[in-house]
Structures are given as C-alpha cells and as structure tokens.
C-alpha cells in the first residue's frame, strides 16, 4: 500500500502562476523524494531532500520537508505548460535496508498557456 | 534519457497466459526494482535486487510472479497464468547506492493489458 497523501489529487493553473503540492507519509524516513511523469511516461527523478535538512532548491523547485509533521510540499515557480504531468513523492524507510520507494498517490498538474 | 531501458512496451495477452518483461539496468548499477503501477495511483514496490541477489519481496508478488537477475546484470519479470488484475504499467528503475542518496532512475515501463 502507499504511504501516504497528495494534495491536491489535481491542480490546474495559468501559465506563470507557481503551482504547491504537498505530501504527507507515515513512518519515519531516510529522505523524500519527488519525481514527475508525463502521460504514459516514466519517471523522472526532480529532487531529493534528506531527513535532516529543512528545505532543498533546484532551478524553479523548492522542497521543504517537516518530518514533525510528516509531510513535504513542492512549489514550481512560474510555471509552464511542459511543467504539465503527475508529481509523486517518494519515501525512503529509515529501516527499510532495500532502500526502496513508497510513492503517494500523485498530484495532477495542468499549466494552461 | 534515464539509460534504463525495458521491452517491450506494450504487452497484450489474454487470461491464462504467461507473460515475460525484460529491464536492463544502468550499466554499474547494483540495485535494481520493479514496481507496479495502476491508472491513476503512483507506483507501488514489487521486488528488489542487489546485485544478482533478490532480497525483497512484496506481499503484492503472488506466487504467479517471478523474477531474476542472472549475473546481476538485466532482469526479468514473468507472470503466470494471467488475470485481468494484472493490468497495469510495470516500471523498472535501478540504483547505485551512495551514502545518503538512493536516487533511482526508472525505465518507459511495460503496460501490460490482460483481456
């Protein structure tokens, strides 16, 4: 099962407008991660924030991480129409020794031109 | 372009088939995953390899799945006698583990439909 929840399920916005997603997860964790996928694409690996650390740039991409609180929220600065896709985060277990990924259930994103 | 690759793409079988999907990892990678994803909803873990060892495995992996990885290299995932629940996009990705970072970089995928 999934660890946990995405909010909101879908967001939809005008081009150039910033665009938050949160995420919310269960157990405590090594480090979250986000990643986007376009229709019926794969993944692709965005940003990734460790347990200790408060909040994490990359380019348009900001992350913060409460692990008080359990949860993480991804902004997208002035967004774009390819900024369109799916934006999961992703868990690694502070136990878990495979290190795998616990996903949540994804944010819908439409940026209209 | 991840440099994971995964074939085919599209797999249409009926039920009660066998099925087989074949992910070749980056090449100095040592771990590698397989997951499960259902329309609408993020990826769920399936199993775990490192290395040619397979370490991990989910209770979603019925007894009709199995996977591999000889010599550590690619890996295949086969499902027996196919059901209709089987339907779903399954997504490969593979990792080298470094400390503190455990970024994994996944393959196009296989979506599989059972009619």
């Known amino acids: 099962s999934q660890q946990g929840e995405e909010d909101p399920q879908a967001l939809s916005i005008q081009e150039g407008e910033n665009a938050t997603m949160n995420c919310s997860y269960k157990t405590s964790i090594n480090n979250l991660q986000w990643y986007r996928q376009n229709s019926g694409r794969g993944l692709v690996h965005l940003i990734l924030?460790?347990?200790?650390?408060r909040e994490k740039h990359s380019g348009r991409l900001r992350v913060t991480l409460d692990t008080s609180k359990k949860s993480s929220s991804l902004l997208i600065t002035a967004s774009r129409a390819a900024d369109t896709a799916s934006y999961f985060c992703a868990t690694e277990g502070r136990m878990d020794s495979s290190y795998k990924l616990i996903f949540g259930s994804g944010t819908r994103l439409l940026v209209r031109p | 372009d991840t440099g994971v690759s995964q074939d085919p793409r599209h797999k249409i079988t009926k039920r009660g088939q066998n099925v087989t999907f074949r992910c070749d990892p980056i090449s100095e990678h040592n771990r590698l995953y397989w997951y499960r994803q259902t329309l609408g909803q993020g990826p769920e873990f399936l199993t775990y390899f490192q290395n040619e060892a397979q370490l991990e495995k989910s209770r979603l992996l019925s007894d009709r799945f199995s996977a591999e990885r000889p010599k550590g290299s690619f890996s295949t995932l086969e499902i027996q006698r196919t059901e209709q629940g089987d339907s779903a996009m399954y997504l490969c990705?593979?990792?080298?583990?470094?400390?503190?970072?455990?970024?994994?970089?996944f393959g196009p995928g296989t979506r599989l439909t059972v009619l």
């Open positions: 924030i460790r347990s200790n650390e």
């Open positions: 990705a593979s990792s080298l583990r470094d400390y503190g970072n455990n970024e994994q970089f």
